[in-house]
Protein backbone atom coordinates (compact mmCIF):
# COMPACT_ATOMS: atom_id res chain seq x y z
CA UNK A 1 0.00 0.00 0.00
CA UNK A 2 1.65 3.16 -0.95
CA UNK A 3 1.71 5.44 2.29
CA UNK A 4 0.24 9.26 2.02
CA UNK A 5 1.93 11.78 3.94
CA UNK A 6 0.38 15.01 2.68
CA UNK A 7 0.52 17.83 4.77
CA UNK A 8 3.02 15.86 7.35
CA UNK A 9 6.62 18.06 7.71
CA UNK A 10 9.33 15.40 8.20
CA UNK A 11 13.18 15.70 9.37
CA UNK A 12 15.20 12.97 8.51
CA UNK A 13 19.36 13.37 9.75
CA UNK A 14 21.75 11.77 8.37
CA UNK A 15 20.61 12.21 4.93
CA UNK A 16 23.26 12.96 2.59
CA UNK A 17 23.82 9.22 1.93
CA UNK A 18 23.10 5.49 2.68
CA UNK A 19 19.39 4.95 4.45
CA UNK A 20 18.80 8.92 5.64
CA UNK A 21 18.94 10.13 2.16
CA UNK A 22 16.65 7.00 0.49
CA UNK A 23 14.13 7.80 3.52
CA UNK A 24 14.33 11.24 2.55
CA UNK A 25 13.83 11.16 -0.70
CA UNK A 26 10.86 8.39 -0.13
CA UNK A 27 9.33 11.07 2.35
CA UNK A 28 9.19 13.47 0.05
CA UNK A 29 7.84 11.14 -2.34
CA UNK A 30 5.08 10.31 -0.64
CA UNK A 31 4.29 13.97 0.09
CA UNK A 32 5.87 15.06 3.30
CA UNK A 33 7.55 18.78 3.05
CA UNK A 34 10.72 17.16 4.10
CA UNK A 35 13.53 18.45 6.14
CA UNK A 36 17.05 16.50 5.27
CA UNK A 37 20.10 17.63 7.99
CA UNK A 38 23.26 16.09 7.24
CA UNK A 39 27.12 17.41 7.64
CA UNK A 40 28.75 17.28 3.91
CA UNK A 41 27.37 20.06 1.97
CA UNK A 42 28.00 18.23 -1.82
CA UNK A 43 25.98 15.69 -0.60
CA UNK A 44 23.03 17.91 0.44
CA UNK A 45 23.92 19.83 -3.34
CA UNK A 46 23.17 16.57 -4.73
CA UNK A 47 20.44 15.58 -3.07
CA UNK A 48 18.42 18.84 -3.79
CA UNK A 49 19.36 18.96 -7.13
CA UNK A 50 17.68 15.31 -7.50
CA UNK A 51 14.47 16.38 -5.01
CA UNK A 52 14.35 20.24 -5.37
CA UNK A 53 11.54 20.20 -3.11
CA UNK A 54 13.80 18.73 -0.10
CA UNK A 55 14.41 21.09 2.31
CA UNK A 56 18.04 20.98 3.27
CA UNK A 57 19.99 21.69 6.57
CA UNK A 58 23.34 21.63 6.64
CA UNK A 59 24.95 21.48 10.41
CA UNK A 60 26.96 18.80 12.50
CA UNK A 61 25.27 16.63 15.30
CA UNK A 62 28.81 16.94 16.94
CA UNK A 63 27.83 20.63 17.70
CA UNK A 64 24.88 20.16 20.45
CA UNK A 65 24.37 24.07 20.82
CA UNK A 66 24.69 24.67 17.21
CA UNK A 67 22.39 21.81 15.92
CA UNK A 68 19.47 23.08 18.79
CA UNK A 69 19.79 26.45 17.17
CA UNK A 70 18.85 25.07 13.49
CA UNK A 71 16.77 22.26 14.45
CA UNK A 72 15.23 25.02 16.49
CA UNK A 73 14.21 27.01 13.17
CA UNK A 74 12.91 24.24 11.46
CA UNK A 75 8.82 24.64 13.11
CA UNK A 76 6.84 22.05 13.76
CA UNK A 77 7.79 18.77 12.61
CA UNK A 78 5.13 15.44 12.46
CA UNK A 79 7.46 12.83 11.36
CA UNK A 80 11.17 12.59 13.10
CA UNK A 81 14.04 9.85 11.79
CA UNK A 82 17.27 9.81 13.99
CA UNK A 83 19.42 8.32 11.20
CA UNK A 84 22.76 9.88 11.05
CA UNK A 85 25.05 7.10 12.81
CA UNK A 86 28.93 6.56 12.57
CA UNK A 87 30.54 2.70 13.30
CA UNK A 88 34.24 2.26 14.68
CA UNK A 89 36.50 -0.73 15.11
CA UNK A 90 38.59 -0.73 18.51
CA UNK A 91 38.75 -3.69 20.58
CA UNK A 92 37.49 -3.11 23.96
CA UNK A 93 41.15 -2.87 25.64
CA UNK A 94 42.84 -0.55 23.34
CA UNK A 95 39.79 2.33 22.64
CA UNK A 96 40.86 5.55 23.34
CA UNK A 97 38.54 7.82 24.99
CA UNK A 98 38.22 10.09 21.97
CA UNK A 99 36.77 7.57 19.82
CA UNK A 100 33.91 6.87 22.54
CA UNK A 101 33.15 10.37 22.62
CA UNK A 102 33.26 10.81 19.04
CA UNK A 103 30.72 7.79 18.70
CA UNK A 104 28.36 8.05 21.22
CA UNK A 105 28.40 11.94 20.89
CA UNK A 106 27.29 11.10 17.53
CA UNK A 107 25.14 7.75 17.93
CA UNK A 108 23.12 8.48 21.10
CA UNK A 109 23.75 12.35 22.15
CA UNK A 110 22.88 13.32 18.33
CA UNK A 111 19.09 11.24 18.84
CA UNK A 112 19.01 12.61 22.13
CA UNK A 113 19.38 16.58 21.64
CA UNK A 114 17.25 16.20 18.34
CA UNK A 115 14.53 14.60 19.39
CA UNK A 116 14.56 16.77 22.47
CA UNK A 117 13.93 20.00 20.30
CA UNK A 118 11.49 18.00 18.03
CA UNK A 119 9.43 16.41 21.16
CA UNK A 120 9.02 19.28 22.77
CA UNK A 121 7.61 21.34 19.32
CA UNK A 122 5.37 18.07 19.11
CA UNK A 123 3.85 18.48 22.77
CA UNK A 124 3.27 22.23 22.25
CA UNK A 125 1.49 22.27 19.38
CA UNK A 126 -0.91 19.25 20.85
CA UNK A 127 -0.31 17.39 17.70
CA UNK A 128 1.61 14.18 18.52
CA UNK A 129 3.97 12.52 16.39
CA UNK A 130 5.88 9.54 15.60
CA UNK A 131 9.54 9.21 15.86
CA UNK A 132 11.98 6.34 14.62
CA UNK A 133 15.81 5.62 15.76
CA UNK A 134 17.94 3.66 13.74
CA UNK A 135 19.37 1.41 15.84
CA UNK A 136 21.32 -1.67 15.08
CA UNK A 137 20.75 -5.56 15.54
CA UNK A 138 24.36 -4.98 16.98
CA UNK A 139 22.29 -3.53 19.87
CA UNK A 140 22.11 -7.07 21.17
CA UNK A 141 24.59 -8.96 19.74
CA UNK A 142 28.28 -8.82 20.30
CA UNK A 143 30.55 -8.41 17.45
CA UNK A 144 34.80 -8.58 17.74
CA UNK A 145 36.08 -4.92 17.97
CA UNK A 146 32.69 -3.59 18.07
CA UNK A 147 31.79 -2.61 21.26
CA UNK A 148 31.94 1.13 21.34
CA UNK A 149 29.06 1.23 18.38
CA UNK A 150 27.26 -1.28 19.72
CA UNK A 151 27.10 0.15 23.24
CA UNK A 152 25.47 3.06 21.52
CA UNK A 153 22.66 1.25 19.89
CA UNK A 154 22.09 -0.74 23.08
CA UNK A 155 21.40 3.21 24.37
CA UNK A 156 19.05 4.03 21.28
CA UNK A 157 17.10 0.61 22.24
CA UNK A 158 17.06 2.16 25.57
CA UNK A 159 15.93 5.98 24.78
CA UNK A 160 13.55 4.59 22.25
CA UNK A 161 11.71 2.65 25.50
CA UNK A 162 11.91 5.93 27.67
CA UNK A 163 10.90 8.09 25.18
CA UNK A 164 8.33 6.18 23.90
CA UNK A 165 7.25 5.99 27.77
CA UNK A 166 7.46 9.60 28.54
CA UNK A 167 6.23 10.99 25.11
CA UNK A 168 3.08 8.57 24.73
CA UNK A 169 0.80 10.51 27.12
CA UNK A 170 1.34 13.27 24.42
CA UNK A 171 0.61 11.33 21.54
CA UNK A 172 4.08 10.80 20.11
CA UNK A 173 4.82 7.36 19.40
CA UNK A 174 9.00 6.25 19.29
CA UNK A 175 10.28 3.39 17.64
CA UNK A 176 13.64 2.08 16.41
CA UNK A 177 14.33 -0.08 13.49
CA UNK A 178 17.09 -2.19 14.13
CA UNK A 179 18.61 -4.19 11.02
CA UNK A 180 21.60 -6.30 10.54
CA UNK A 181 23.70 -5.33 7.61
CA UNK A 182 23.37 -3.13 4.54
CA UNK A 183 25.79 -2.45 2.26
CA UNK A 184 26.83 1.12 2.47
CA UNK A 185 29.62 3.57 3.58
CA UNK A 186 29.23 2.50 6.78
CA UNK A 187 29.66 -1.11 6.45
CA UNK A 188 31.48 -1.73 3.43
CA UNK A 189 34.99 -0.92 5.70
CA UNK A 190 33.95 -3.79 8.09
CA UNK A 191 32.94 -6.90 5.49
CA UNK A 192 35.29 -9.43 6.99
CA UNK A 193 33.55 -8.72 10.70
CA UNK A 194 30.08 -8.61 9.44
CA UNK A 195 30.18 -11.24 7.02
CA UNK A 196 29.71 -14.09 9.66
CA UNK A 197 26.11 -12.85 10.43
CA UNK A 198 24.83 -14.21 7.21
CA UNK A 199 25.74 -18.02 7.73
CA UNK A 200 23.89 -17.64 10.99
CA UNK A 201 20.66 -15.28 9.13
CA UNK A 202 17.88 -17.98 8.55
CA UNK A 203 16.62 -16.45 5.06
CA UNK A 204 20.54 -16.35 4.07
CA UNK A 205 20.38 -12.50 3.00
CA UNK A 206 20.83 -9.17 4.82
CA UNK A 207 18.35 -6.76 4.00
CA UNK A 208 18.63 -4.04 1.28
CA UNK A 209 18.10 -0.25 1.55
CA UNK A 210 14.52 -0.39 0.80
CA UNK A 211 13.84 -3.06 3.17
CA UNK A 212 15.17 -0.39 6.04
CA UNK A 213 13.26 2.83 4.35
CA UNK A 214 9.59 0.28 4.01
CA UNK A 215 9.75 -0.27 7.75
CA UNK A 216 10.71 3.12 8.60
CA UNK A 217 7.86 4.68 6.69
CA UNK A 218 5.67 1.80 7.85
CA UNK A 219 6.91 2.95 11.91
CA UNK A 220 6.36 6.79 10.96
CA UNK A 221 2.30 6.39 9.47
CA UNK A 222 -0.43 5.65 10.80
CA UNK A 223 -0.62 2.08 9.71
CA UNK A 224 1.07 1.77 13.11
CA UNK A 225 -0.43 3.66 15.11
CA UNK A 226 -0.95 1.53 18.12
CA UNK A 227 3.28 0.56 18.22
CA UNK A 228 5.29 2.53 20.35
CA UNK A 229 8.61 1.64 22.63
CA UNK A 230 9.02 -1.40 20.03
CA UNK A 231 12.66 -2.51 18.38
CA UNK A 232 11.85 -3.93 15.25
CA UNK A 233 14.53 -6.27 14.32
CA UNK A 234 15.40 -6.60 10.33
CA UNK A 235 17.28 -9.83 10.73
CA UNK A 236 15.82 -12.59 8.45
CA UNK A 237 15.29 -14.29 11.26
CA UNK A 238 18.63 -13.99 13.06
CA UNK A 239 16.84 -13.77 16.49
CA UNK A 240 18.72 -14.56 19.39
CA UNK A 241 21.00 -16.93 17.96
P1 LIG B 1 26.09 6.05 5.98
O1 LIG B 1 27.49 6.18 6.50
O2 LIG B 1 25.90 5.54 4.60
O3 LIG B 1 25.32 7.45 6.11
C1 LIG B 1 25.33 8.12 7.34
C2 LIG B 1 24.87 9.55 7.13
O4 LIG B 1 24.89 10.21 8.42
C3 LIG B 1 25.83 10.33 6.21
O5 LIG B 1 25.10 11.21 5.39
C4 LIG B 1 26.67 11.10 7.24
O6 LIG B 1 27.24 12.28 6.73
C5 LIG B 1 25.63 11.41 8.30
N1 LIG B 1 26.29 11.78 9.55
C6 LIG B 1 27.21 11.06 10.23
N2 LIG B 1 27.65 11.76 11.27
C7 LIG B 1 27.01 12.95 11.26
C8 LIG B 1 27.06 14.10 12.06
N3 LIG B 1 27.91 14.20 13.10
N4 LIG B 1 26.25 15.14 11.78
C9 LIG B 1 25.42 15.08 10.71
N5 LIG B 1 25.33 14.02 9.90
C10 LIG B 1 26.13 12.96 10.16
O7 LIG B 1 25.33 5.12 7.05
P2 LIG B 1 24.07 4.12 6.87
O8 LIG B 1 23.08 4.73 5.97
O9 LIG B 1 24.60 2.77 6.61
O10 LIG B 1 23.52 4.10 8.37
C11 LIG B 1 22.48 4.96 8.80
C12 LIG B 1 22.09 4.57 10.21
O11 LIG B 1 21.69 3.22 10.26
C13 LIG B 1 23.20 4.72 11.23
O12 LIG B 1 22.67 5.18 12.45
C14 LIG B 1 23.71 3.31 11.39
O13 LIG B 1 24.33 3.10 12.64
C15 LIG B 1 22.43 2.53 11.24
N6 LIG B 1 22.61 1.15 10.82
C16 LIG B 1 23.24 0.85 9.65
C17 LIG B 1 23.39 -0.46 9.26
C18 LIG B 1 24.04 -0.85 7.99
O14 LIG B 1 24.25 -2.05 7.80
N7 LIG B 1 24.36 0.05 7.08
C19 LIG B 1 22.87 -1.57 10.08
C20 LIG B 1 22.23 -1.14 11.30
C21 LIG B 1 22.11 0.17 11.62
P3 LIG B 1 28.82 12.32 6.30
O15 LIG B 1 28.99 11.27 5.27
O16 LIG B 1 28.97 13.70 5.79
O17 LIG B 1 29.58 12.04 7.56
Redesign the pocket.
Known sequence: MAMKFDGKRALV?????????AIAKKLAECGAETFA????QA?LDSLKSEVPDIKVIN????DWDKTREEVSKIGHIDLLVN?????GKSSFIDTPKENIDMIF???FK?TFNVSQVIAKKMIDSGKGGSIVN?????SEKAIADGCV?STT?SAIDMLTKCMALELGPHNIRVNSV??????????LKYKDE?MPLLALTPMGR?PEIED?VNAVVFLLSDQSGMISGECLRLDGGLGDQ
Not at 37 to 40: A, E, G, H, N, P
Not at 59 to 62: Q, R, S
Not at 83 to 87: I, T
Open positions: TGAGKGFGRLSRTDVDLLNAGVSDVNGLSSILYKNPTVVWTDLTLFV
